[in-house]
């Protein structure tokens, strides 16, 4: 009788163990991504092996230097990105890599009163040009929008320049400082910065969105940004439109708010439209289409949206923004939402909340959809450069790289089509 019941305990944990073996290996091999087999790999994504967990991804087109073997050096053009990453431990940072000379190093970055930023860092965007004096960068967490301007005597053209030479220096040095801050008026978990490709600016947008996950109390929306969209479509979370603004003198980078009733001193950035976005979404990217002269329709392009949560595959909705931003497919803010668009912290001389109530409301929903991509876990900030659109993951990082299936230490890229 003994031996019969350690028999039975035995056959008891081997089937335990074949099942988990059995459950290991199609977890980790047995899922399949035909999509993915279209992206390319960009660049190593740094930091992995610090701490770090990538979130926001931007690209500037900067220089840097050769010399020759008689010392003379040249100036050449290459594309930067910049990763935005929350750490294990300590500030959050910048990783700074050039698409031909690698890894050129990082910033920690610090709030306007000096004390060290240590928030998630969800995006990041600049609207910096190589060679121009202007420029802003971008970084979102938690409901804000941080932003960062090089100083008049600093030295440097721009803040992306001072990024890039500062993330060359020794520690201690290699910091970069916000010098101001505003309320999104949405939970602000990433963004990206379109650039129309003129010599206007009036394009140029600033998109700064939020995630939002059902049933999860740590991604809950306001409850004004649920809307039914005019398809049918439940939907929990917004994406606010920002123009872009080159004036020296403005502190954001964004054209401003500028009601009589409000004292200038809290003129805050002005949203222009509001994007109403499925769940899930993590990254935000809009590819523009080039007329002969190199300018794009504001009605034309495409856009792409990242979306993951956890360990399951991600989802890269792509769609037509022309369907997109059509007057057809909007309602007023105040007509889904029931309220006028109050903007956080900002009263009138009166003492009330400033509202407005002439926003729209666009639908991004599945009606719009065209093409969907299934590619491996934890897809999340987006940038473009030309018709490219490169992925960031956050899979290879430490935190979690023991249990995901595909571990990727590479940014990707790849052209959408539908």
């Known amino acids: 009788m003994k031996h019969k019941k350690l028999l039975i305990a035995a056959i008891a944990v081997f089937t335990v163990i074949v ?15 035909p999509d993915f087999d279209d992206f390319k790999p960009a660049a190593e994504i740094p930091g992995l092996k610090e701490g770090a967990v990538p979130q926001g991804l931007a690209n500037y087109e900067g220089e840097y230097t050769v010399e020759n073997e008689n010392g003379e050096e040249t100036k050449l053009t290459q594309d930067y990105f910049f990763i935005s990453a929350y750490m294990k431990s300590g500030p959050s940072r910048l990783y700074v890599v050039g698409r031909t000379t690698g890894y050129v190093g990082y910033v920690t970055l610090k709030n306007t009163d000096g004390s060290d930023y240590t928030e998630h860092a969800g995006g990041v965007a600049t609207n910096c040009k190589k ?5 802003t960068l971008w970084v979102v967490s938690e409901g804000t929008v941080y932003c960062a301007k090089t100083a008049n005597d600093s030295g440097y053209k721009n803040i992306a320049d001072e990024i890039i030479a500062r993330a060359a220096m020794d520690e ?39 995630f939002y996950r059902p049933g999860d109390k740590n991604y809950q929306t306001d409850e004004a940004h649920h809307i039914t969209t005019g398809n049918g479509y439940a939907q929990y979370a917004l994406v606010n439109e920002y123009t872009s603004n080159t004036s020296s003198t403005n502190k954001y980078g964004l054209t401003l708010i500028s009601p009589s009733n409000v004292e200038e001193e809290n003129y805050v950035p002005k949203v222009q439209n509001m994007y109403s976005i499925p769940n899930l979404v993590q990254g935000f990217a809009r590819i523009p289409e080039r007329n002969d002269d190199g300018s794009s329709s504001s009605s034309k392009g495409k856009l792409v949206l990242s979306t993951s949560y956890g360990l399951a595959n991600s989802a890269l909705y792509y769609y037509d923004w022309a369907d997109i931003s059509a007057s057809g497919n909007r309602k007023s803010y105040t007509e889904v939402s029931g309220h006028n668009f109050e903007y956080e912290g900002v009263q009138t001389t009166s003492g009330w909340p400033y509202t407005e109530s002439g926003l729209y409301v666009y639908f991004v929903d599945g009606s719009k959809l065209q093409r969907e991509y299934s590619v491996p876990s934890m897809a999340e900030g987006l940038c473009v450069k030309g018709n490219s659109v490169f992925v960031l993951f956050e899979s290879g990082c430490y935190k979690y790289k023991t249990f995901v299936r595909q571990i990727l230490t590479n940014i990707y890229s790849f052209t959408p089509r539908k």
């Open 19 to 33: 099942f988990l073996a059995t459950f290991i290996v199609i977890w980790l091999w047995g899922d399949e991504y």
């Open 131 to 135: 060679g121009e004096s202007y420029g």
């Open 172 to 210: 201690g040095e290699n910091v970069i400082t916000f010098t101001a801050s505003f309320k999104a008026n949405n939970r602000a978990s990433f963004c990206y910065f379109f650039e129309d490709g003129t010599s206007s600016t009036y394009n140029d947008k600033l998109y700064v969105g939020e």
